[in-house]
């Protein structure tokens, strides 16, 4: 496969090399079928067969308790945030409570406050999203409806290597750019939500993963494309969905597997982030946005010694290959997002390229 480069970009971002050549070679004639995927009904048995196999590998891959459910919505992660309060927030006092660490978090409470009331129990605004410090879980209000937290956050390279515990409160969470990359503990949660686009695939769709408990006390105003019951008992099926998202998805997981699971990936994001940061930490040139202890295995975010070194570095890097390096508006400096798809090798490149880099401009 020629002109292929690594792609660094925070999403959609890029997939496995053996995933689209997958696509490529199924998408005239899915398994004989003679037709694509993408002309497949969603009623037909032969996707149900994909849904349900994509079902059953992503509880497989993540150890799910048997008492959650896992349904395929649209809309991407951004409209979970309208989703969470509108079937959670029937609880006790109709309140959210949100630890706010970047732009998600704000965006999520702020969607939030159309169906109820909020509260902020974090905003690390004071830190320059830089860190995420420990919660004193008794500040949480135990007669709230539900917590919320962005487990990874993309624009300034920060996770929560720890979760919070909020007791008798459902934590529901974005894992959208860290979902499979790590193990997790699922019964922490009541609701876990991430968009495809990063580790699951294409744009366009989000998995819900949902404590059985928590379904069938949507607010009488949520549509009937939100509520999580709906589409529980419809089997991700009240209207037509995006049948090639979870073919994607299905590819994306048997590859995850086939490089031993998610323990492999946490190994393989460690080992690929180390690589970046020791660049960061050795350097008297670039300066990381993240602080040390808080840092994502996910995102790389890092400033230059002058702002106009930024289109050099991303014009030099574009031309070694080294795609999609930009820095969210918000933040500025570069970005290098380093996904489950991104190989060891891509990473290393990058490394030698902006020890290069500082080498010629420092």
Do not use: C
């Not at 390096?325 to 390229?353: C, K, Q, T, W």
């Amino acid at each position: 496969m020629t002109n292929r480069v690594y792609n660094f970009s925070a999403g959609p971002a890029m997939l496995p090399t053996p995933v689209m050549q997958k696509i490529q070679d199924e998408f005239l004639d899915y398994q004989g079928l003679g037709a694509s995927i993408v002309e497949v009904s969603h009623r037909l048995p032969i996707f149900r067969e994909i849904l349900d196999s994509t079902e059953s590998l992503f509880r497989e891959l993540t150890n799910l308790p048997k008492n959650y459910r896992v349904l395929f919505m649209h809309g991407g992660a951004q409209m979970q945030f309208s989703a969470v309060p509108l079937n959670l927030m029937y609880r006790k006092k109709h309140k959210g409570s949100y630890f706010i660490t970047g732009r998600w978090g704000i965006l999520a409470e702020k969607e939030a406050q159309r169906y109820g009331s909020t509260e902020v129990l974090m905003d690390t605004k004071e830190y320059d999203y830089r860190q995420i410090p420990e919660f004193d879980s008794s500040k949480l209000d135990q007669e709230s409806s539900y917590a919320h937290l962005t487990t990874n956050n993309t624009l300034y390279g920060t996770r929560w290597h720890s979760f919070p515990d909020t007791g008798s409160v459902p934590l529901a969470a974005d894992a959208t750019s860290d979902i499979l990359s790590r193990e997790m503990d699922y019964s922490q949660f009541g609701v876990v939500y991430a968009g495809f686009q990063k580790n699951l695939g294409t744009s366009g769709t989000a998995i819900v993963i949902v404590r059985d408990d928590l379904l069938g006390n949507a607010l009488p105003e949520t549509p009937k494309l939100l509520d999580y019951a709906l589409f529980d008992e419809h089997h991700s099926i009240p209207n037509t969905i995006n049948v090639f998202a979870v073919y994607v998805m299905r590819l994306m997981l048997e590859w995850v597997k086939e490089q031993g699971g998610v323990p492999e990936m946490e190994n393989l994001a460690e080992k690929k982030s180390v690589l970046l940061y020791d660049v960061l930490d050795r350097s008297d040139f670039y300066k990381a946005v993240a602080h040390p202890e808080h840092r994502s295995t996910m995102n790389v975010t890092f400033h230059f010694p002058q702002e106009e070194l930024l289109q050099k570095f991303l014009t030099e890097s574009d031309n070694e290959g080294l795609f999609g390096l930009m820095g969210h508006a918000m933040v500025g400096g570069a970005r290098a997002s380093i996904y489950n798809a991104m190989p060891l090798e891509g990473v290393a490149e990058l490394a030698l390229f902006m020890q290069e880099f500082e080498r010629k401009n420092g």
